[in-house]
């Protein structure tokens, strides 16, 4: 079946059509929630100017999602995925709104941060329900076609939020960011609302309990059981390897990428950066703008080659893509250059990622399929986190050093032959 074929029977199963828009609200209202904390946390002119700073905020932004993936994926395989997904969105939707309002009435206080953390924690609830639940909804054979699109329109409808948020804020001042933040909250609303358009039993599972404690009670062994599947599918398991890694070279981009924009590009020939660090939202708004659209890249040339090339054979060939765009982004200083390269590496970043959520969707029975992406978003997020601790201690000041982003570049080249050697074997292994 080809491409077109494929989009076709997509076209035909409203509920993937349904989920979707589930997913590009949520990521969307995400995006701009973000970029609302993002300019509090890495562009207001006292913080985040050092890799330590950066460093700090991440860890701030990220650590709920790494603390709350096991108890999301136990949850999930118990409790219907429609009412996690209704129930998350409408929980963020309050949490969005408290914020926006603290943010108008009494400034940036200790009260925005804990409510944002608990924001972003539910994150980790809806990200995981939505690839667990999609194959509910969609025939297994046009599967990598769905992983194309939905992951993908998902990730530039954040970044998309994200580039709102920075243009609002840009245009009305940092003291105005709660709109931003209010705006996420209708979207968390309406993606709520489009949810509880399914029926309780659509998305499975379809073994389900209703007690909180006993799930609870067994949280260890269930995301245990979870990480045995994963295990014995040995695909799945270097799939996850290769998009863990890949992450944490990703992540460090990114927080250089950070740095670059506050004490690089603003620099304005003196060497010194300037004192208003929201000076740097515009570099870095192009560079989640042109990050976006190396997604959405990703998303359509994914199915093209499908009839093709096998997801491992694609997650190899994507992560040699990465490395000759982090070989350019090492050489230069030039945002001119560094932009389209920007949109290389999130395309092939991106393509590792949907090439794994296949992998993983197609060997892990729907029965574990929810803690087996639990351990997928926290191995992501602490990809992010382990790219923090590192980036504080490696990185420079202007956030661009030669050496380092080199080296990222000879490690996404050898995080290819590892994945290529590993799933050669795998598939030794099958048809011996």
Request: proline share 5%; aromatic share 8%; charged share 10%.
């Given at each position: 079946?080809?491409?077109?074929?494929?989009?076709?029977?997509?076209?035909?199963?409203?509920?993937?059509?349904?989920?979707?828009?589930?997913?590009?609200?949520?990521?969307?209202?995400?995006?701009?929630?973000?970029?609302?904390?993002?300019?509090?946390?890495?562009?207001?002119?006292?913080?985040?100017?050092?890799?330590?700073g950066?460093?700090?905020?991440?860890?701030?932004?990220?650590?709920?999602?790494?603390?709350?993936?096991?108890?999301?994926?136990?949850?999930?395989?118990?409790?219907?995925?429609?009412?996690?997904?209704?129930?998350?969105?409408?929980a963020?939707?309050?949490?969005?709104?408290?914020?926006?309002?603290?943010?108008a009435?009494?400034?940036?206080?200790?009260?925005?941060?804990?409510?944002?953390?608990?924001?972003?924690?539910?994150?980790?609830?809806?990200l995981?329900?939505?690839?667990?639940?999609?194959?509910?909804?969609?025939?297994p054979?046009?599967?990598?076609?769905?992983?194309?699109?939905?992951?993908?329109?998902?990730?530039?409808?954040?970044?998309?939020?994200?580039?709102?948020?920075?243009?609002?804020?840009?245009?009305?001042?940092?003291?105005?960011?709660?709109?931003?933040?209010?705006?996420?909250?209708?979207?968390?609303?309406?993606?709520a609302?489009?949810?509880g358009?399914?029926?309780?039993s659509?998305?499975?599972?379809?073994?389900?309990?209703?007690?909180?404690?006993?799930?609870l009670?067994?949280?260890?062994?269930?995301?245990?059981?979870?990480?045995?599947?994963?295990?014995?599918?040995?695909?799945?398991?270097?799939?996850?390897?290769?998009?863990?890694?890949?992450?944490?070279?990703?992540?460090?981009?990114?927080m250089?990428?950070?740095?670059?924009?506050?004490?690089?590009?603003?620099?304005?020939?003196?060497?010194?950066?300037?004192?208003?660090?929201?000076?740097?939202?515009?570099?870095?708004?192009?560079?989640?703008?042109?990050?976006?659209?190396?997604?959405?890249?990703?998303?359509?040339?994914?199915?093209?080659?499908?009839?093709?090339?096998?997801p491992?054979?694609?997650?190899?060939w994507?992560l040699?893509?990465?490395?000759?765009?982090?070989?350019?982004?090492?050489?230069?200083?030039?945002?001119?250059?560094?932009?389209?390269?920007?949109?290389?590496?999130?395309?092939?970043?991106?393509?590792v990622?949907?090439?794994a959520?296949?992998?993983?969707?197609?060997?892990?029975?729907?029965?574990?399929?929810?803690?087996?992406?639990?351990?997928?978003?926290?191995?992501?997020?602490?990809?992010?986190?382990?790219?923090?601790?590192?980036?504080?201690?490696?990185?420079?000041?202007?956030?661009?050093?030669?050496?380092?982003?080199?080296?990222?570049?000879?490690?996404?080249?050898?995080?290819?032959?590892?994945?290529?050697r590993?799933?050669?074997?795998?598939?030794?292994?099958?048809?011996?």
């Amino acid at each position: 079946m080809g491409v077109a074929a494929d989009v076709r029977a997509l076209r035909d199963a409203p509920g993937f059509w349904r989920l979707v828009a589930v997913r590009l609200l949520g990521q969307g209202a995400d995006g701009a929630l973000q970029s609302g904390l993002a300019t509090l946390f890495f562009f207001s002119p006292e913080r985040a100017s050092t890799p330590a700073g950066v460093a700090a905020a991440f860890a701030v932004m990220l650590g709920p999602f790494t603390l709350v993936g096991p108890w999301a994926g136990v949850l999930l395989d118990r409790f219907p995925r429609r009412g996690v997904l209704v129930w998350s969105n409408l929980a963020r939707m309050v949490l969005a709104g408290a914020i926006a309002a603290i943010m108008a009435l009494a400034g940036v206080t200790p009260a925005i941060y804990v409510l944002a953390l608990i924001a972003l924690a539910l994150n980790r609830f809806v990200l995981a329900t939505i690839p667990a639940a999609q194959p509910r909804v969609v025939a297994p054979d046009v599967l990598i076609t769905a992983n194309s699109l939905a992951p993908t329109l998902g990730s530039v409808a954040a970044g998309g939020g994200a580039l709102i948020g920075f243009v609002v804020t840009g245009l009305l001042g940092s003291e105005r960011r709660w709109v931003v933040v209010a705006i996420a909250s209708v979207c968390f609303a309406a993606s709520a609302w489009v949810a509880g358009r399914f029926s309780r039993s659509t998305l499975g599972p379809d073994a389900v309990s209703t007690s909180l404690g006993k799930a609870l009670s067994t949280l260890m062994s269930g995301l245990a059981a979870g990480a045995r599947q994963v295990w014995r599918a040995r695909a799945a398991t270097v799939a996850l390897a290769a998009m863990a890694v890949s992450r944490v070279t990703y992540a460090l981009v990114l927080m250089a990428s950070i740095l670059m924009s506050r004490n690089l590009f603003t620099t304005a020939g003196s060497g010194t950066p300037p004192d208003d660090g929201a000076t740097g939202l515009g570099p870095f708004g192009l560079i989640v703008g042109f990050g976006a659209a190396g997604f959405a890249l990703a998303a359509v040339v994914t199915p093209v080659v499908r009839s093709r090339v096998a997801p491992e054979t694609w997650a190899v060939w994507c992560l040699a893509t990465a490395a000759i765009a982090q070989g350019v982004i090492a050489s230069t200083t030039s945002l001119t250059i560094l932009l389209p390269m920007a949109a290389l590496l999130s395309a092939g970043v991106q393509g590792v990622k949907i090439a794994a959520d296949t992998i993983v969707q197609r060997e892990v029975p729907d029965s574990h399929r929810g803690r087996a992406f639990a351990l997928y978003d926290m191995l992501y997020n602490a990809g992010f986190l382990l790219a923090a601790v590192l980036g504080a201690l490696l990185l420079p000041e202007i956030g661009h050093s030669p050496v380092i982003l080199g080296a990222l570049a000879v490690g996404y080249l050898i995080i290819a032959f590892a994945c290529g050697r590993a799933f050669a074997s795998v598939r030794s292994a099958r048809q011996s």
